[in-house]
């Protein structure tokens, strides 16, 4: 195979190996993948696209997720721009092949592809090789950024032909955290989060729905708790949610839905008072009242119709217990069970695990679970850290799962982390044994949404997590020891997402600064 540049913004002249012992020279050029692929190799040749590129494909695409897909590829290389059809082309079209006809977007499927693009001797097609239609989908989107708009022939144009890449992510969980509770997030707006996630081939949409600001979900079977949204029309219904489900695993992206009990609730009591301690002292949820579990069971009954991922996160982080005690009735059923106030918190936690997984769930917990009594946790646990660094180490020691978020690095909402701390964040980090090192499913950057709405998200969002796109997507060896070495190609990226209609902000100043002055975007 052919040898990997690691940073190739080199204007100098270097040999490439290939398998078939080919020597081929390139010069001048530069990769600007992200995030970059395991395995590149390439050449010295331009290509140019037929104006009528076409999918050649034996797949058997019942739900039409390959031809969509290939569809918005060429779309989005064309970028708005009019392309003249009547140019002489060599590449007619993408000949794809996929081994496995599942397309259950089941956590853990194999997500890798190869991807070949020919020199242009004679007309020919481009090759996309991969086991399942997600993982062809990452490859789409590496052949996208293969493309340019080439504007003196107005046509598009793929440089340093031929292309060999062989492909596969690191991490099988590449996430990133929306709150539709600080704020309510439009649906037109999360769609378009879960578009621009593909294009850094980030798998996971974390759905914070709920908090204590306001419960915009409606759950059949306790009507009344969407009492608590922010208003009438800040809101989802079932079959919107479930839209968002489908819309996203047509893309390759699975949806974590987030109920965060027994903190973080104070919202569901709008509906149902009697989910308070008391009116005056309003969370974490009445642990001494069975109707609170009832309702969590409801809930969780109406998420297993809606989010089918194999994961429900129960949150259970930030639990100030002191309402359980100074109310009375609590405090009362507090000495009668013989519990005190950390004992209820795990029994509450114990016990809404218990109910999700006899929903067919496994679980998703925060970390103050795990360090307050991770030995009672469920086995089918994995373990969200967000408090800071050091905590994976423990969990995956202990055999549990782990997904890291620490806050210092991956939190969006913290402005002041760099997209340089974001790229350097390693989740396994400490962590040497190979069985251990496994447990680490992967990480998730966050997007809190006090300070998010439709307004500025998706330029809170990019292009920092695009940095930590590249830590969970490329192999180890191939990330930069210093974050330096892919500034270019991560400017190149955000403006390819600026071109694709995204609202990436700047790499330079503090998250979401909009841009200090006149210049190009690639030196921004
Ligand atoms: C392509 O050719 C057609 C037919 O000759 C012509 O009408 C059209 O203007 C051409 N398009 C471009 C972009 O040159
Ligand atoms: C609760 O009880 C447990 C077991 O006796 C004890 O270890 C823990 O320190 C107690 N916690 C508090 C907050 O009193
Ligand atoms: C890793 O270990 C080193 C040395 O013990 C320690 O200084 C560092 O804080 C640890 N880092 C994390 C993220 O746990």
């Known amino acids: 195979m052919g040898k990997m540049l690691s940073e190739a913004f080199l204007i100098i002249t270097v040999a490439l190996v290939l398998a078939n012992t080919v020597v081929v020279k390139v010069s001048g050029q530069s990769l600007t993948i992200w995030p970059m692929p395991a395995t590149v190799s390439y050449g010295q040749s331009h290509l140019y696209l037929s104006g009528n590129f076409k999918l050649s494909t034996e797949y058997v695409d019942s739900s039409g997720i390959l031809k969509d897909g290939f569809n918005r590829m060429v779309s989005l290389i064309k970028m708005d721009h009019v392309v003249d059809a009547n140019r002489s082309a060599s590449l007619l079209g993408l000949h794809v092949v996929i081994s496995s006809p599942n397309e259950q977007l089941q956590y853990g499927i194999d997500e890798s592809y190869n991807l070949m693009v020919p020199s242009p001797e004679k007309p020919a097609y481009a090759h996309l090789e991969a086991q399942t239609v997600y993982g062809a989908l990452h490859g789409l989107q590496t052949f996208s950024q293969l493309c340019h708009f080439n504007i003196k022939r107005k046509v598009i144009e793929i440089q340093m032909a031929p292309w060999t890449i062989i492909d596969h992510p690191r991490f099988s969980f590449r996430g990133l955290l929306i709150d539709t509770s600080r704020h309510y997030l439009p649906l037109?707006?999360?769609?378009?989060?879960?578009?621009?996630?593909?294009?850094?081939?980030?798998?996971?949409?974390?759905?914070?729905?709920?908090?204590?600001?306001?419960?915009?979900?409606?759950?059949?079977?306790?009507p009344k708790l969407w009492n608590g949204a922010y208003s009438t029309s800040e809101r989802y219904t079932v079959a919107d949610a479930a839209e968002v489900v489908s819309y996203a695993q047509k893309r390759g992206v699975n949806v974590l839905a987030e109920v965060d009990v027994p903190g973080h609730a104070l919202s569901w009591g709008f509906g149902y008072p009697s989910l308070w301690p008391s009116k005056d002292c309003q969370q974490p949820l009445d642990v001494s009242n069975e109707f609170t579990f009832k309702v969590l069971d409801g809930i969780l009954s109406d998420f297993s119709k809606i989010f089918k991922f194999k994961f429900v996160h129960l949150g259970g982080d930030e639990v100030d217990t002191s309402c359980w005690t100074t109310t009375p009735h609590i405090s009362k059923w507090l000495k009668k069970n013989h519990l005190n106030e950390s004992q209820a918190y795990e029994y509450f936690v114990l016990r809404a695990q218990n109910i999700a997984l006899s929903h067919g769930y496994e679980i998703v917990n925060w970390e103050e679970t795990f360090n307050n009594f991770g030995n009672k946790l469920s086995r089918k646990t994995v373990v969200h850290n967000w408090l800071g660094g050091g905590v994976a180490q423990k969990v995956v020691a202990s055999g549990l799962r782990c997904i890291v978020s620490n806050q210092d690095k991956w939190y969006l909402d913290h402005l002041d982390t760099t997209w340089e701390e974001f790229y350097l964040n390693e989740p396994l980090t400490n962590i040497t044994k190979l069985n251990e090192q496994k447990l680490v499913i992967g990480g998730e950057v966050c997007m809190w949404g006090e300070t998010v709405d439709g307004s500025d998200i998706e330029q809170t969002i990019w292009p920092r997590a695009a940095a930590a796109a590249e830590r969970l997507w490329t192999p180890y060896d191939k990330l930069a020891k210093n974050p330096r070495q892919v500034t270019k190609r991560l400017a190149y990226f955000r403006c390819l997402l600026n071109q694709r209609g995204v609202a990436a902000a700047p790499l330079d100043g503090q998250g979401r600064s909009p841009p200090v002055g006149p210049g190009s975007c690639y030196v921004q």
């Open 188 to 222: 037109p707006v999360i769609k378009n989060v879960i578009d621009s996630m593909t294009y850094a081939k980030l798998n996971a949409l974390h759905w914070h729905i709920v908090d204590t600001q306001s419960f915009p979900l409606e759950i059949p079977s306790y």
